[in-house]
């Protein structure tokens, strides 16, 4: 069994990138749609996950290693923060409306 990794936050390379910080609510209307345009291309979606997965390694390490957390929608936060600057509060919102049919 795999016991969880912990990694101070601040080596985390989410937190080093900002993927927590808000922005601007005029903003957030355009990158809720380009959000769910980029979660909706599972091509382009997963291809995002995997770099991002092997991109951020101690953001991956502590993380992925907790059995506690929702960790495909964690990588998807991430990647779409990775490619996109899209903060995880705005990928959690859109993450709910979904089409059925594209959800990993």
């Given at each position: ?29 355009i990158k ?64 709910k409306k ?7």
């Amino acid at each position: 069994m795999l016991k969880q990794i912990f990694i101070p936050y601040w080596k985390w390379e989410c937190y080093k990138n900002n993927m927590y910080n808000k922005i601007c609510i005029n903003d957030e209307i355009i990158k809720e749609k380009i959000c769910s345009d980029f979660m909706n291309n599972t091509k382009e979606f997963s291809f995002y996950m995997e770099k991002v997965i092997f991109s951020w390694k101690n953001t991956m390490k502590h993380h992925l290693s907790n059995k506690n957390i929702n960790r495909k929608a964690f990588v998807g936060q991430c990647a779409c923060y990775y490619h996109l600057q899209i903060p995880e509060y705005i990928t959690r919102k859109i993450w709910k409306k979904l089409n059925k049919k594209n959800v990993f």
